[in-house]
């Protein structure tokens, strides 16, 4: 294991991957660092939804107009929720969750990439014969559907929960450069006072 500081430097996002699976040993060690993770209160309510099938995978990678097809590259894509009725901080608690996920994939010589769900919509042109069902459809103004509505359609999760993110993981298809010292932005840091 190289030391946080080195992963750290590395980190960038992946969206192109090769076809190769993540080990069972991979997911288990990844789900393990998000259990592990900090919550508000320690209330721990988050859940995640593991997904390799394909289609599945396919059909959650056109939740949005763009910024969520290169999840159709992924051999797997985790879904972070929370439960927004009984865990005040629910966006706070899934964002650590998954960036811990993120750097974990890291260390293990993975990449990874996080889609936004929440608070993200598609448009479905009028007189699509889309195969979103209609009830998905009907619930939201004109022809604009909920992500987070329809990835909850294609994993059958409850309304209790929402849904933060989709995390994208698995073997990166090509390295990509670390960003330089340089590009850095050190005057978005304040000592003592902005
Ligand atoms: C809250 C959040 C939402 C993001 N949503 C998306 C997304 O929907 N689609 C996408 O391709 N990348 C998404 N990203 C990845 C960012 O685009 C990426 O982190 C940023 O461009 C910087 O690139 P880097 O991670 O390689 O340094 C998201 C990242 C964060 C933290």
């Known amino acids: 294991m190289e030391s946080f500081s080195q ?4 980190r960038r996002s992946h969206r192109k991957f090769t076809s190769e ?14 259990l592990r993770a900090p919550t508000g209160h320690g209330s721990r309510q988050w859940h995640f939804v593991t997904v390799t099938d394909p289609d599945k995978i396919a059909a959650l990678s056109e939740v949005r ?4 097809q290169f999840l159709a590259e992924a051999p797997l894509v985790i879904a972070v929720l929370g439960q927004p009725e009984s865990q005040r901080t629910w966006i706070e608690d899934g964002s650590v969750a998954a960036v811990t996920m993120q750097y974990q994939a890291q260390d293990l010589g ?10 993200r919509f598609k448009n479905i042109p009028t007189g699509s014969d889309s195969d979103i069902p209609l009830a998905v ?10 992500s987070e509505q ?8 409850p309304d209790s929960c929402s849904v933060l ?16 010292e ?4 050190w005057d978005r840091v304040h000592s003592e006072k902005y």
């Open 110 to 119: 993975l990449g990874s990439c996080w889609c936004q769900i929440r608070g």
């Open 150 to 157: 329809m990835v909850r359609q294609i994993l059958q999760i």
């Open 165 to 180: 993110c989709l995390l994208a993981i698995g073997h990166p298809a090509e390295p990509r450069e670390p960003l330089a």
């Open 137 to 146: 459809i009907a619930s939201e103004p004109a022809q604009t559907v909920s």
């Open 21 to 34: 699976p993540v080990s069972g040993e991979d997911l288990k060690s990844i789900l393990e660092t998000a």
């Open 182 to 185: 340089s590009e850095l932005p």
């Open 7 to 10: 992963l750290a430097r590395q």
């Open 65 to 68: 107009d763009t910024r969520s």
